[in-house]
């Protein structure tokens, strides 16, 4: 097991940096950032930050999207990161709930995630490719292809997970919710002809050290909030008996959360 730490962008940019540091430093090998520019700080100049101040740690988005950014943008961003880092880049990617939903905008489709995700190992691979008729091509990107993590909640994107991920991102921690998601991440897995065991895992929730526990559910409590509007969306999508209770009471007192 490895243990990695989710920068939220609202801080300062010294406090960013400074707690990257001490992260690589307690043995952390894994350093992710939230990725929603409307809310926070666009994530992309703090990964080169976050870059250049690691010698070992891995670094990426928890999580981008293909709706918010051209994925030639995208790519050429990771594969200047990917050089940059030597090799150390991670795409974390999932529909784009907060960055499109702060502007009244609906996340986009996972057949629009699928494309970005090949168009985006392509170009990060340095062949090339049609997009819109025209030949592209990064021949400077050889740093390698970063790997992919998916973030899900629903059957269908936990599938789509499987079919495409190196890892997923799953948003809480809870034994029996994360055993029902990989049911299906690794049905997916099947489906594509892939070894669901070398699929890898993300269980990233909040943790906030401390001997009072009122504190720290208060310190914690925006995460869990954040989360429920994407158990939301899975209510409006699925039938209850398709659903794990465990998840859906998640929800059932709670009022409009506003990101």
């Not at 409307?38 to 992309?44: H, L, Q």
């Not at 990964?47 to 670094?59: C, V």
């Not at 691979?125 to 993590?149: C, H, K, Y």
Request: with cysteine; charged share 25%.
């Amino acid at each position: 097991m490895d243990f990695g730490i989710t920068i939220k962008p609202d801080l300062t940019i010294d406090r960013i940096v400074s707690l990257t540091r001490q992260a690589e430093a307690a043995g952390f090998c894994y350093g992710w950032i939230f990725d929603s520019h409307v809310i926070w700080m666009e994530p992309f100049p703090l990964l080169t930050l976050m870059a250049s101040n690691t010698k070992q740690m891995r670094l990426g988005t928890c999580v981008t999207n293909p709706a918010v950014r051209d994925v030639t943008v995208s790519s050429s961003l990771f594969a200047t990161l990917n050089l940059l880092s030597r090799g150390r880049m991670q795409l974390g990617i999932g529909r784009g709930d907060s960055s499109r939903r702060v502007l009244g905008k609906k996340p986009t489709t996972l057949e629009n995630l699928e494309e970005f995700v090949r168009v985006f190992r392509e170009l990060n691979a340095r062949r090339s490719i049609e997009l819109d008729g025209v030949s592209t091509r990064f021949p400077w990107a050889n740093a390698g292809v970063p790997p992919v993590w998916v973030a899900g909640y629903g059957p269908k994107a936990l599938r789509t997970a499987g079919r495409i991920g190196d890892g997923v991102i799953l948003q809480f921690a809870d034994p029996d919710l994360i055993e029902w998601c990989l049911g299906f991440v690794h049905e997916g897995a099947r489906e594509a002809g892939r070894d669901p065991k070398k699929i890898e895992v993300m269980a990233a929730a909040p943790v906030w050290a401390s001997n009072d526990l009122k504190l720290a559910r208060d310190r914690v409590r925006w995460f869990p909030a954040l989360v429920s509007n994407h158990v939301m969306d899975l209510i409006s999508k699925y039938k209850p008996e398709e659903l794990p209770k465990a998840l859906t009471s998640y929800v059932q007192d709670r009022g409009k959360y506003d990101y």
